[in-house]
């Protein structure tokens, strides 16, 4: 399909069992700012790049300071007057005080450092919640447009089904430079994403067209586009790709394809009158962010085994002018490509190789052109529904689902990774239990705390073991996501006094 096949194609990467991270003193360690490549992209937003490092860093610069801290905290602990000290210290470093419980009685006990950390991620967690709401850092004022650009290529929705994976949380906003706000997001482990939800999503979509014409009226002769995001790693393709596929990178590009042919199919043999979707399949470097796009032909169908390398693009580009980039890209795909898929869909692809452009100068420019973590340095796990405000690498491993039963192979990986990351070493996992409910659906808000308390007492019996040893930690969140609001702390793990508990 692409004439570039043989010389971007990796060799495929045969099994292998996971690799442990260990993660560094100090959790990741930040790029200060160097350079590795000196000349910028033509087409690259220097100025937006600049935004999203700020943000990134503030944020991983949060998490990645609670473990120094504890550790200076756990020797300063039999000093006189160690529980003012130890709150001024705290303050100053992490922008928050402790629970005065966890730090009472530290001269005849040892001071419980796992319920302390947990409270630190679940305190950094809240403050970096609440900031996203209230400032919105990674808004984009061109939300309508895109939908208006995306209707204009032939799509009225746009679903995106990333690996669950936190290396990929920023698939949305970084590495595709997407409106976060105008794109369905829902993860899960090796992309597998739920058939039956998106059907679903797919009805409810379609009946709106129907009922309310939106986003667009019934009669407008778009489709829904779902797209699947697979990744590998180009450093260490071995160990670092994807858990849920043994890092096998063709395995992962390959049961990716199959699930989204597995929901057209869904969707034709389920509706009548030509019922259809178009697929797009993506895959991901998590080294470097550079992308793969699998476009589909003439006829819809992709191929998992050839594909546009944005890397080559970047490359190709480099000399062209910035005043009509995507005009630049679309050509260079109709070059490359035997069997050109929709006009629309080559405009598409065009927007979001430009958008990867833009990344991958910035990894060049504030993380060398790789990052350090380019392993697992996740710092909670995110289970539920919900987590809109997470829009940052390798920060949060997702678990989306309704029960822990059916959601039971992602919380498997998340552990497994967790206790590689945590465990091992002694501290607990943290676990943000989140349900986000429509406020103006009667009981919505009830129904979504009982949701939360019967997924923490799911999570403790499936994995008794690490609760019995105090290493599985958890936070119980509610948002109402239909009038954009904060979300609601409403119960913890952590044995505090009334004062202070969550
Ligand atoms: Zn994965």
Known sequence: MFNNKAKSRRPLQRQQPMQRSTRPLGRVALAGGGLSSSATHPFARSAENSRLFAYEQQVKQAFARIEPVLKSLSAMQHESDFEAQAQRFVSSELGFELPAALLADSWIKQLDISQIYAWCVFETFRKMSDDFFDTKPLADDDDAEFQEFLEQCGFHTLD??????????????????????????????????????????????????????????????????????????????????????????????????????????????????GASI???????????????????????????????????????????????????????????????????????????????LSQIDYVRQYHNGCYQDIGHQECFIGMGIGFEEVQLRNLTYFAYLKTVEEGAKDMDVGIKIFTGLNANRGLPIPVVIRYDYHGHVPGARVRAVARCHQLDTALRNRFSEYEERGLLHTLLMVRDCSNDAKAETIGSSLKLNKQVAH
């Open 278 to 356: 178009d697929l797009l399949l993506i895959g991901l470097d998590t080294d470097n962010d550079v992308i793969r796009l699998h476009l589909p032909d003439a006829d819809g169908e992709i191929d998992a085994m050839s594909y546009v390398d944005a890397a080559e693009l970047h490359q190709a580009t480099r000399s062209a002018s910035a005043a009509n980039a995507e005009a630049v890209i679309g050509e260079y795909l109709q070059a490359k490509c035997h069997s050109l898929p929709s006009e629309g869909m080559v405009r598409l692809a065009a927007r979001l190789l430009c958008g990867n």
């Open 160 to 273: 995106v089904s990333p690996c669950a994976d936190g290396r990929l949380a920023h698939v949305i906003r970084y590495v595709l430079r997407l409106p976060y706000k105008s794109v369905r997001r829902k993860s899960y482990a090796g992309a597998m994403f739920d058939v039956e939800d998106s059907l679903q999503k797919w009805s409810e979509t379609e009946m709106r067209r129907h009922r309310e014409g939106q986003p667009n009226s019934a009669d407008a002769a778009t489709r829904y586009l779902k797209v699947a995001v697979y990744h590998h790693s180009s450093s260490q393709p071995d160990g670092e790709g994807c858990a849920a596929h043994g890092s096998d990178t063709q395995r992962a590009a390959d049961a990716a394809l199959e699930r989204l042919k597995d929901f057209r199919q869904g969707v034709e043999n389920s509706f009548c009158c």
